[in-house]
Nanobody, 117 residues
């Protein structure tokens, strides 16, 4: 059983920054692809970023240049650094893990990020 627990969400003003963390526990391989999705009110869940065990990254066009994903394989953790936040970044952010790119086996419970003045 794999558990993903997110932390670091909160309320931030436009232009501010936040760092989300996700701690993985259980039978998760260090080779797992880790990532982040988000879901805004009234919208479908969408891809934000992913990182492979080797460090290759992909980002949604809407966050490129502002968000940065990283991981610590020794700690089974993945992070999302979010800079220059906009109101449209407001959403519940979910941590994900999967065996290969494109396959998500596990989801976290989500952490709320609200960007508002």
């Amino acid at each position: 059983q794999v558990q993903l627990v997110e932390s670091g969400g909160g309320l931030v003003q436009p232009g501010g920054s936040l760092r989300l963390s996700c701690a993985a526990s259980g039978s998760i391989s260090s080779s797992a692809v880790m990532g982040w999705y988000r879901q805004a009110p009234g919208k479908q869940r969408e891809f934000v970023a992913r990182i492979t065990s080797g460090g290759s990254t992909n980002y949604a066009d809407s966050v490129k240049g502002r968000f940065s994903i990283s991981r610590d394989n020794a700690k089974n953790a993945v992070y999302l650094r979010m800079n220059s936040l906009k109101p449209e970044d407001t959403a519940v952010y979910y941590c994900t893990a999967g065996a290969v790119v494109g396959v998500i086996g596990y989801w976290g419970q989500g952490t709320q990020v609200t960007v508002s003045s």
